[in-house]
């Protein structure tokens, strides 16, 4: 799929440099025909905690594990200090891209998360 600018949605891109910051190194582009510079959204955009630990959030609150030992889980072994709110709405945010599997005890599963 080729990138476009968010912009004015022309496909005529430059690549100009990286953006780096706490969260890791991403790709910086500059549109041709409005000269705005952005950076391809990867569905993480504006958030805090990088998105290896919101990952992890998320699939450990499906699997079974209760906020609570989500956070505490984080706290202990990534240093990480974030709110049970906070998780929870990562995980209604985000679980939609770990909903792959179609069995009918999934469908359980993603009709309770869904009813959260």
């Known amino acids: 799929m080729k990138i476009k600018c968010p912009n004015c949605k022309s496909p005529n891109l430059l690549k100009q440099g990286f953006r780096i910051n706490d969260n890791g190194k991403k790709q910086k582009f500059q549109c041709v025909d409005c000269k705005k510079w952005f950076v391809e959204n990867d569905g993480f955009k504006r958030m805090r905690?990088?998105?290896?630990?919101?990952?992890?959030?998320?699939?450990?609150h499906i699997?079974?594990?209760?906020?609570?030992?989500?956070?505490?889980?984080?706290?202990?072994?990534?240093?990480?200090?974030?709110?049970?709110?906070?998780?929870?709405?990562?995980?209604?945010?985000?679980?939609?891209?770990?909903?792959?599997?179609?069995?009918?005890?999934?469908?359980?599963?993603?009709?309770?998360?869904?009813s959260r």
């Open 49 to 60: 905690f990088k998105k290896e630990i919101i990952v992890r959030a998320v699939h450990q």
């Open 63 to 114: 699997d079974g594990f209760s906020l609570f030992k989500v956070q505490y889980h984080l706290l202990q072994h990534e240093g990480v200090e974030v709110t049970r709110e906070t998780i929870n709405r990562w995980t209604k945010k985000y679980s939609i891209f770990l909903k792959s599997d179609t069995s009918p005890s999934s469908t359980k599963v993603k009709r309770k998360i869904a």
